[in-house]
């Protein structure tokens, strides 16, 4: 049985379970949906093949998107790991027993690394495709004199916080908005730029979205900013610049 091997190797606590695929174990290591990583072990020869059996991509595959981007990740992160890619898979083979805990570890790494590394170029191209409709939003109801881009403002901390766009308001105030996509690298720098810039006076602030976010998510930016969906940002600014 290879679960015998794969104990022996590991130690106790792992889970194996023998499939049609191999001996499947769960790893320790998380995809970005927080799933648990599983790999499937096959003999080869003396020998052991490991294969994430194509876990990286089923877990980085979003709205029927291409997977283009997941592909050129995924031999980005074969090569980091010394592993190889058969398919939609990462492989990684070794001649006995004495690799196979470390072929284990580097294959479930490498597998939820791809998989997060393609969340991540997803979550940007989300962001500039909502970034291009808050502008037409804002060209729809403010003059483009009073847009800016890229603008920084000083954040209670001292230092310089980002945002996509400020729209100029009376008495030298400004409403900054920012786009916010459903990945924790999105959420955490604009969490970090609107607590920052929370309780200044000049400053109102908006994070728009327009995908559906995590519960969590959701409640960590309500902390620190007004959250606006992209459908109602249109009465929520002419509201703001009425009361401007």
């Avoid at 230092?159 to 900054?176: P, S």
Wanted: hydrophobic share 45%; net charge negative; glycine share 6%.
């Amino acid at each position: 049985m290879i679960c015998e091997d794969i104990l022996a190797a590991l130690g106790t606590g792992e889970i194996c379970e023998e499939t049609d695929a191999g001996a499947r174990v769960t790893t320790h290591c998380l995809y970005p949906s927080f799933d648990p990583v599983s790999v499937f072990v096959t003999r080869l020869g003396d020998g052991y093949r490991v294969s994430d059996g194509g876990g990286a991509v089923r877990a980085a595959w979003i709205d029927g998107r291409e997977d283009m981007p997941s592909k050129r990740l995924l031999a980005r992160e074969a090569a980091r790991y010394h592993l190889s890619v058969s398919g939609n898979a990462l492989v990684c083979t070794v001649p006995s027993i004495d690799w196979l805990k470390s072929a284990i570890i580097a294959t479930a790494n490498a597998s939820a690394s791809a998989a997060h590394a393609v969340l991540g170029k997803i979550a940007a191209a989300v962001e500039v495709e909502l970034r291009d409709r808050i502008r037409e939003t804002l060209g729809r109801i403010t003059p483009a004199d009073t847009i800016d881009e890229n603008v920084e403002i000083t954040g209670n901390s001292g230092d310089n916080r980002h945002f996509d766009y400020g729209v100029k308001l009376a008495n030298d105030n400004i409403l900054v908005l920012s786009a916010v996509a459903p990945h924790h690298s999105s959420i955490a720098a604009k969490y970090v730029a609107f607590a920052d810039t929370r309780g200044l006076e000049h400053v109102s602030r908006f994070a728009v979205y327009e995908r559906p976010l995590e519960r969590g998510d959701i409640s960590l930016m309500m902390q620190v900013t007004e959250l606006v969906p992209l459908a109602a940002l249109d009465p929520k600014a002419r509201k703001a610049l009425a009361h401007a």
